[in-house]
């Protein structure tokens, strides 16, 4: 009985934390920049002749907010 106890406590304490602590648009951003300097950081040293550099965030976001009100239109 205790035991189950604790474990709805700690069940209840992180699911708390989880939808408090964290919108959807910090979850996507961050989601995006990891991806973003993970591929970064493939792409080697800075001797090595590379693309462009990626976008960042609010640069991809704005891009694809502008794609979508062109495509309602």
């Not at 910090?26 to 591929?39: I, T």
Request: aromatic share 6%; proline share 3%.
């Amino acid at each position: 009985m205790r035991s189950r106890r604790s474990a709805l406590f700690l069940t209840g304490a992180l699911l708390a934390t989880v939808s408090g602590g964290c919108a959807m648009q910090d979850v996507s951003r961050n989601v995006y920049e990891g991806a973003r300097q993970h591929n970064e950081s493939l792409r080697g040293t800075p001797r090595v002749t590379s693309a462009a550099p990626s976008m960042s965030y609010d640069d991809y976001d704005k891009a694809r907010s502008s794609a979508a009100t062109l495509k309602s239109q």
